[in-house]
């Protein structure tokens, strides 16, 4: 398992500060695939049990879509962005 690179807090769009029900995703580094292309890990356990796998060319585009698909994820949802995290300052 590879490290986090992004974590992204969010919380409904209609509630209460306290009280309103939050998310947490969590983005892992890029991996390499056994056919060569690079894949992200998104872990969402409010939204669902299993970890998505986020597939790109290479690091970089499996990386970038992975933080693109959390955010829409999220949006989608109706939570609002409320912290992002980069662990280890990456």
């Keep these: 398992m590879t490290d986090p690179i992004l974590v992204l807090r969010g919380r409904r769009g209609d509630a209460e500060p306290q009280t309103g029900e939050t998310v947490v995703a969590t983005i892992f580094a890029p991996e390499q695939s056994e056919h060569g292309d690079y894949f992200c890990r998104v872990s969402l356990p409010t939204l669902y049990e299993d970890e998505k796998r986020i597939a ?35």
């Design 56 to 90: 790109g060319v290479d690091a970089e585009q499996a990386r970038e879509l992975a933080c693109i698909f959390a955010r829409d994820l999220l949006a989608g949802f109706g939570f609002n962005i409320t912290a992002e995290h980069a662990p280890g300052g990456s």
